[in-house]
Structure formats: C-alpha cells, structure tokens
C-alpha cells in the first residue's frame, strides 16, 4: 500500500481548482494504488440541494440563489461529515473548496492532527483578479451569471481565504505549494507535479 497523502486546493473562483484536482487525481490514479476521496464543498453543496427537500436544504438553496454566503458551520458539517463517513486513512485525501474562511482552518487543521495526516499539500493556484474575472466570464455557469456575483466571489477570497490560506502557510506541519495558474492547463498540472513529487 502506498503512503497516504493529503492535497489542499486554494485559489480564486477561475483559477482552475477543480480542473487541476482532477488532473492530480489521474496522475495519482496511474502511480499510487491506495485510491482517493476527492471532496469539492461547491458541489456538494449543489448535490445537498438537489437531494434533500428539508428545512435545511431549502434555506442552503435560498443563501445560493440570492449570492450569499453559506453561515461558517455549513461547509464544516459537509466535509467533516464525508471525512468521517468515508475515509479509511488509507487513500488519499483531495479537498478542494474547504476552508473560505480564517475560522475554519483550525478545524480543518484539528481534522489533520485527529486523523495523523502527515505534512498535506497546500496547493495554491496563484491568479490575478483581472485573469480570474475573465475565466468566471468564460465558463457560463449558472451561479457566476452576474458580473457583481463575479466580482463579489473574487474580493471574498482576498478578504477571506487569503487570511485562512495563510494560516497554514505560517505552520510547519503543511508543505505549500504556489504555483502560476496564469498559464495553460498542462502547464499548471505540470508545475503541480514537479513541485509535489519532484517529476
């Protein structure tokens, strides 16, 4: 059995997260025999919604719809909730959307230290504001329809994830990664390697 791993994804909305996760994904699926859990809170979210018809679901549903921002506990429930459902500690953990804000990283990080995760990946996909509005513009998707919307998602993560970025950037226990997600998917996805495995 090959040696878990952990791999953190931060980045602007556009910045390619989710592409370059997957992209990672296949690359550990052709050298690694362990398996992975991949976990995106955007789109759990978006399944949540689309599933359940309670109380809960319908309020999560009325937060999207108007552009607002989900309360701190919500994305903490969804992927603390599929981390303890499903993970074995031995595959490897792809998380991907999680920690938006300064208040969840210590939780992540007590998530980290509780399941003996040893030194996870954070992999951030550096972007400029402008580069990441045009990508938003590009890919159509039903929540980025509005340019306020756009810009909106693009501020939240100077004033918010950057902060929680930063705390695990600041710690010894995570290996950051900073890669130029101004280039093109293949060279992004190459960096990322290079930078993790040393290929």
Not at 77 to 82: A, E, F, H, N
Not at 127 to 135: D, H, M, Q
Not at 159 to 177: C, G, Q
């Amino acid at each position: 059995m090959d040696k878990q791993q952990t791999f953190i994804f931060f980045g602007r909305s556009g910045s390619g997260k989710g592409t370059q996760a997957k992209l990672l994904i296949e690359h550990l699926n052709k050298v690694k025999s362990n398996g992975n859990l991949y976990i995106e809170t955007g789109q759990q979210f978006r399944n949540f919604i689309a599933k359940e018809h309670n109380h809960s679901a319908n309020l999560t549903r009325k937060v999207l719809d108007e552009g607002g921002l989900m309360p701190v506990f919500m994305p903490i429930w969804l992927w603390t909730g599929i981390i303890v459902d499903k993970f074995t500690g031995k595959e490897d953990l792809i998380l991907d959307g999680l920690c938006r804000r300064k208040d969840e990283a210590p939780v992540l990080d007590s998530a980290v230290k509780f399941f003996g995760l040893e030194k996870p990946n954070i992999i951030y996909i550096n972007t400029g504001k402008e580069w990441s509005l045009e990508r938003l513009r590009d890919r159509g998707r039903e929540d980025d329809d509005k340019e306020e919307d756009m810009l909106r998602k693009l501020n939240w993560f100077d004033w918010n994830v950057m902060p929680a970025m930063s705390y695990f950037h600041e710690s010894p226990d995570y290996n950051f990664i900073e890669v130029n997600g101004e280039k093109s998917i293949e060279e992004v996805h190459a960096e990322i390697i290079q930078k993790i495995f040393g290929k």
